[in-house]
């Protein structure tokens, strides 16, 4: 089957700037430091990492909501890097986490799912917008009675819809699910990630879905990218990341998830971590996880390590990929 | 002597509770009095915890699993009001507690900590404060007998270079790190009963995982009981002796472990454990979720709470709540399927 | 033989029946829906004190607006003979023709120094002074939330420049500068109100004209300051985000997203700023720096009843008492309004 890619970042950087220390101190954090991967027409990539990552600041700064310090983001071959973006939003959307916060509190849902068609111009008649906005509200699982109220009548799983709605309003390609599902309630998170699905599915949507659930996001992707302290440590397809996972970070990643199953929970061979995640202001030198890597030495000290093709479709960044293994 | 659950008719059970039991709650109801009105938080809760054990209490948003915790320490807040029911606690009644007696157990006999260490901790006083302050207030310990009791709390905790900690702020320490300040705190004082009210939610899972692991080891070091309130099935699977699963104010099922993850006998808890995504799977299989939203609070239905959302919701659930059937004598739900069963047994009898 | 059911007598087998789709969704009924204002509108009506002003306020309007179209004197009718009347009282001349049988409307509030009913006198001074306050406060309204918007948006240098500018305005006396541009475009003006269809001038009188334009100038920098930091607040909000990514303008986020989230503060602040503006306008008058005569406002009256305090305390009374009482039913109003319109509010 032809792939095509759909999105590409290469050496992607996000600093930004800290106040505070003397003046002679400029200090940054280094929120994303030089990422790249691409995604396919079609696919879904997930990003998984713990706060401090910089995955969600990656997933904003694709989108160019945050201008990139330095690197290229190519869509559809193009590089848009510094182009207008305006065309382009109409192909690149976002979901957010917050569905409390992302909502204009102001505003019906009606108008909340037709802004974009009207900052697009993509009705040509009231009629015809307020067509499209049941339309749309439908695919999500809501009805007409419900473009009139206001967000704050509705429950988060409801609100999160609402911004999904939004979001498709203008028929993107690729959009960027930054943790839709975190927010809401265990019993709604599995009807939202299978509206996800379905949406994929019926219009033939890309996503790049960030989250730090590796459990829901290896469900939902294909492939898995593993991020720590602003860098990318391994990517790989979902099942191969899960099972056969080489980088330490992402081997005791997987092993402190704790199963919804005692037995298992009570065999499993947990890979604790000591101390905790590092400042991203001033991150260790070398590589960034040998702080609390149970396989570190000298040499992780002096170098980072190189993003390597371990097995087919599968990289990682480690200077002990043999040992781990 | 017992009366949890299913003998609901003894409506004189008042002041009568199982001196076995370390937490002894039976058909609490609790609501709030709000301007928009009466929002019904608790709707008839009935359990226990035994001394050393570790009970799991799963619910979602609404379900009044932290308002059950917090009743047994006395901190409802305003507008909240218990209005029936019977809430024991080490042979205290809590019910008729004055503030000035509960002021003397808080801390004391029961602890809590909370989901958020940032907003838990006083950001203007220094960790050795807010450690010393409880070792202060409910023993005659002097400063300097409290100081070093703080070191050995730090360390106990896994916190390493105590005296520096002791003499730093909250900010400047991580999540885990404040965290472990918390537990801390809570243990200060060897109490009974620690309530841990979604203390990892807020943490990566790699930290969860350190949190988690150290709680157990203190369990074991200091024979404490513990309330784990969560919503992360995963964790209760792993640290938790019994469960009761929560859902709009009810207590819909409860029992050891074991029971509740391959006996699930509530149509909730079956949903649940449906519809959560299996890392370990082989293959891609759907989830298939629980249909509907959670329930209004303002106004829940007369019957089983759950039923809305009930894919086998029969009549009888929309007009009556179900009442206790237990399964074995530790595992009970409150289900009219469960009834049912018995009933058309009955009727079979009886041709 | 009885049968014996162990569970209850009103249990009966169907009971147990699968409920309908239909049964179940009757459970799940949206709350009637509540908007922002109709919760706001709520709130402000449980409020007595509010509820009163708001009363006294439109009374004043009816006053100042209604009745003087159809009371039967006129601002600037002088009647000869009728000096000084006190409140209630006829001059020989009306008595002796109310004797002869005419109907004569009393003279409420007595009449002043030229003979001219004083009770229309103050409704069209009330008029005089709402409408400076209200349309002064409108052009602060106007330029300070567009000022202060943009600014906060902005942010950056921008935000710097902008706001060294409010600095600056603050520190220029005010009542300076509507004596100097009084001075400054008394000739220019005159020449203006000759032309045709600029005779308004004339009659609003230039001293007016120099307190609107110094309004203009300078008094928008409060509000622009409060909309500043709402906006500063707002612009973090996922939602502006959220409008940003979906490639909305800076000027549809400003006008639809930002400025629609703080107009409980609008419109509290504008509320607020009415009575300031009357307050200013009036005691202006009252130094003899506002309307042209004959078109009295509640200052100038003040002003000229000031001359016969002892003999005729009634003259300066009446508009006193006025003045205060418009100025404290809005500023009652508006602290009504900003207790409804609390950000605090829970949904």
Known sequence: MEQTKLVEVQHLQQFFPVSGGSFAERRVVKAVDDVSFFINKGETLGLVGESGCGKTTLGRTLLRLYEPTDGKIFYGGKDITHVNMLPYRRKMQIVFQDPYASLDPRMTVGDIVGEAIDIHHLAKSAQERQDRIIELLSLVGL?????????????????????????????????????????????????????????????????????????????????????????????????????????????????????????????????????????PVNPPSGCRFRTRCPYADACCAESEPEWKEVSPGHYAACHHLDRVR | MNT?????????????????????????????????????????????????????????????????????????????????????????????????????????????????????????????????????????????????????????????????????????????????????????????????????????????????????????????????????????????????????????????????????????????????????????????????????????????????????????????????????????????????????????EKI | MTKKNPLSFQLNVDDFLPATEAERQSLNQLRPSVSFWKDAMRRLRKNKVAMVSLFVIIVIILLAFVVPTFYPYRYEEQIKGALYLKPMTFSPDEQARIDAGAKIFPHILGTDNMGRDYAIRVMVGSRISLLVGIIASAIILLIGSIYGSVSGYFGGTVDLVMMRVVDIIYTVPDILLIILLSMALKDPLMALAAKPGWEWVQKLGVNLISIFIVFALLYWVGMARIVRGQVLTLKQSEYVTAARALGASSGRIIRKHLLTNCIGTLIVTTTLQIPSSIFTESFLSFLGLGVAIPMPSLGSLASDGLNGLTSYPYLLLAPALLISLIILSFNLFGDGLRDAFDPKMKS
């Open chain 2, 4 to 348: 949890t659950g299913s003998n609901a008719a003894t409506g004189a059970a008042q002041n009568v509770h199982n001196p076995d039991y370390l937490v002894d709650i039976q058909h609490e109801r609790l609501s709030f009095f709000t301007p928009a009105g009466e929002v019904k938080a608790l709707n008839d809760v009935s359990l226990y915890v035994r001394p050393g054990e570790v009970l799991g209490i799963v619910g979602e948003s609404g379900s009044g699993k932290s308002v059950t915790a917090y009743s047994i320490m006395g901190l409802t807040a305003y507008p909240g009001r218990l209005i029936g029911g019977d809430v024991w606690f080490n042979g205290h009644y809590i019910n008729t507690m004055t503030e000035k007696q509960m002021r003397r157990i808080r801390g004391n006999e029961v602890s809590i900590i909370f989901q958020d260490p940032m907003t838990s901790l006083n950001p203007v006083y220094t960790i050795g404060d807010q450690i010393r302050e409880v070792i202060l207030l409910h023993t005659d310990k002097t400063k300097q007998q409290a100081n070093d009791r703080a070191r050995e709390l730090l360390s106990l905790v896994g916190i390493n270079e105590p005296d520096k900690r002791l003499r730093q702020y909250p900010h400047e320490l991580s999540g885990g790190m404040r965290q472990r300040v918390m537990i801390a705190i809570a243990l200060a004082c060897e109490p009974k009963l620690l309530i841990a009210d979604e203390p990892t939610t807020a943490l990566d899972v790699t930290i969860q995982a350190q949190i988690l692991n150290l709680m157990m080891d203190l369990k074991k070091k200091l024979g404490m009981a513990i309330i784990l309130i969560t919503h992360d099935l995963g964790v209760v699977a792993g640290t938790c002796d019994r469960i009761a699963v929560m859902y709009a104010g009810k207590v819909v099922e409860s029992g050891p472990t074991d029971d509740i993850f391959y006996h699930p006998a509530h149509e909730y808890t079956k949903g649940l454990l449906r519809s959560i995504p299996n890392l370990n799977e082989q293959e891609h299989k759907r989830l298939i979720p629980i249909e509907g939203s959670p329930v209004d609070m303002l106004n829940p239905p007369a019957g089983c709470p759950f039923a809305p959302r009930c894919r086998s919701c029969m009549k009888i659930c929309l007009n009556r709540p179900p009442e206790y059937t237990h399964l074995t004598d530790a595992h009970f739900s409150a289900c009219w399927l469960l009834d049912k069963a018995k009933f058309e047994a009955q009727g079979e």
């Open chain 1, 143 to 279: 009805n007409s009675e419900h473009a009139n109220r206001y967000p704050h009548e509705f429950s988060g799983g409801q609100r999160q819809r609402v911004g999904i709605a939004r979001a498709l309003a203008v028929n993107p390609e690729f959009i960027v699910c930054d943790e839709p599902i975190s927010a809401l309630d265990v019993s709604i998170q599995a009807q939202v990630v299978n509206m996800f699905e379905d949406l994929q599915e019926q219009l033939g949507l890309t996503y790049l879905f960030i989250a730090h659930n590796l459990s829901v996001v290896k469900h939902i992707s294909n492939r898995i990218g593993v991020m720590y302290l602003g860098k990318l440590v391994e990517l790989a397809d979902s099942y191969e990341l899960t099972f056969h996972s080489v980088h330490p970070y992402t081997r005791s990643l997987i092993s402190a998830i704790p199963i919804a199953d005692p037995k298992v929970n009570r065999a499993a061979h947990r890979i604790v971590l000591q101390g905790d995640v590092p400042s």
